[in-house]
């Protein structure tokens, strides 16, 4: 009888963590005219049994060389600090080590083994849409860890 009484109490410990869903960035008419980096908060709401999380990430809206809305990470992907976009200097400085990007997250020096991280993003009834993943630090390649 008391079966069903633990595996109610135990079932959220043993489900795994939901994944992270698609997270608004703003409206397109209001990302389209940006001609520099811009940086976004976006909230992210994960449920890990019976906790909900739910946190902001900073991100940046870029276009691409095909003049499309991207999104790049804000995580620098050498030690994980923030990296913040020098308009002075036209690009993004890490403050940690001084990596340094070019606009478009391509690495242009420093210790970082590659380029800032893009995210996968959609534009769904005109609003741009990122789905924000984690990437293991300290390596040449990109690997998603969360």
Request: one cysteine or more; proline letters at 7%.
């Amino acid at each position: 009888m008391c079966v069903p009484l633990i595996r109610l109490v135990l079932h959220p410990l043993l489900r795994s963590t939901t994944p992270v869903a698609w997270c608004d960035v703003g409206t397109v008419d209001e990302l389209v005219s940006i001609n520099t980096p811009t940086r976004k908060i976006v909230l992210m709401e994960q449920r890990d049994g019976w906790r909900k999380v739910v946190s902001e990430k900073a991100i940046y809206v870029i276009k691409d060389a095909g003049g499309q809305l991207a999104v790049l990470s804000s995580v620098c992907p050498h030690l994980g600090c923030s990296v913040p976009w020098v308009a002075e200097k036209n690009e993004f400085v890490c403050p940690c080590h001084i990596g340094r990007f070019a606009s478009d997250g391509k690495l242009l020096g420093g210790p970082p083994p590659r380029g800032m991280d893009h995210l996968e993003s959609r534009v769904e009834n005109g609003v741009l849409q990122v789905h924000y993943q984690y990437f293991r630090q300290l390596v040449s390649f990109k690997e998603v860890i969360g």
